[in-house]
């Protein structure tokens, strides 16, 4: 216990949208530290005591842009996934370039969930991706596949989700994947195949305090903290 401080510069590109802003930061299997600015995504060489941009990692179609990266996520066979403002895209576990993910042929609604603002990623338990987006809901992407399912709120629906602007995620000991929106919270339910959501009830203290969700953290004793 030192009481320090040590302060880290992450350099930008000087264009007009670039930000030194750092949005995330995770450490992956291999103990390898990682950071997503609004310039690009940049890894720490302890030997340097410095942080490395990742000079590959461009938005599609340009040679001097870098992603703005909102959310770093590792699944369970190591494979760093990265969302950014401009979509999404990965790091090759075995050379360590990041490139974004570009089918050759994709559908419609593949080319939306690949260039959406993501703000969110998590692993189902059957390796399916999860992704929460700005403006745009959910989407659900199974890598293997390209199978993509899209979930929006819609009031004559049944189980939809609560609103289209994601701000978290998370995944409990059950298996049922939590969305935190702008307006409530919503709780998918694999079984049913339906959202069920919460939000504040005026009147009701045993609601949730307020709609608006920003995090979610599940403790080793199962609870929920929203």
Not at 24 to 29: A, H, I, L, Q
Not at 182 to 205: A, C, M, R, W
Request: glycine share 8%.
């Amino acid at each position: 216990q030192t009481d320090k401080f040590d302060t880290y510069a992450f350099p930008t590109t000087g264009s007009a949208s670039a930000s030194a802003e750092v949005r995330c930061v995770m450490r992956d299997s291999q103990q390898r530290l990682w950071a997503g600015t609004g310039d690009g995504l940049f890894i720490y060489l302890a030997e340097k005591d410095s942080f490395l941009r990742h000079e590959n990692y461009l938005v599609a179609g340009t040679d001097h842009e870098y992603p703005d990266v909102q959310v770093l996520f590792e699944d369970q066979l190591g494979q760093l996934w990265i969302g950014a403002r401009q979509g999404l895209s990965y790091v090759h576990v075995d050379d360590q370039i990041a490139a974004p993910i570009s089918p050759e042929n994709p559908t419609p609604l593949e080319s939306e969930l690949l260039h959406s603002n993501i703000k969110a990623i998590l692993a189902d338990d059957e390796g399916a991706l999860w992704l929460g987006t700005h403006t745009k809901g959910v989407f659900k992407w199974e890598p293997s596949t390209q199978e993509v399912a899209h979930f929006l709120p819609n009031e004559k629906v049944r189980g939809s989700l609560c609103h289209e602007r994601v701000r978290c995620m998370g995944k409990d000991i059950q298996g049922r994947i939590w969305v935190g929106t702008f307006l409530g919270l919503s709780i998918y339910d694999h079984k049913e195949e339906v959202f069920h959501t919460y939000q504040q009830e005026n009147g009701n203290p045993k609601s949730l305090i307020s709609s608006s969700i920003r995090s979610i953290f599940f403790d080793s004793g199962g609870g929920a903290w929203v």
